[in-house]
């Protein structure tokens, strides 16, 4: 059910902004993304 969720706040956000968008839990796993070849994958926080 999250995962689904994170897909579709994926895919709506994307849209509306015109670029890529992912969705991930705490730990950083990428749980919805616009580019799906990046689901369930761990990405780096930003350093800011």
């Known amino acids: 059910m999250l995962?689904?969720?994170?897909?579709e706040i994926a895919?709506?956000?994307s849209e509306v902004i015109?670029?890529?968008v992912?969705?991930?839990d705490k730990d950083g796993m990428v749980?919805?993304?616009s580019d799906k070849s990046r689901i369930?994958?761990?990405e780096e926080p930003l350093k800011r």
């Open 3 to 7: 995962a689904k969720l994170a897909q």
């Open 11 to 13: 895919n709506i956000t």
């Open 18 to 20: 015109g670029h890529d």
């Open 22 to 24: 992912l969705t991930t």
């Open 31 to 33: 749980l919805g993304s």
């Open 40 to 42: 369930g994958k761990v």
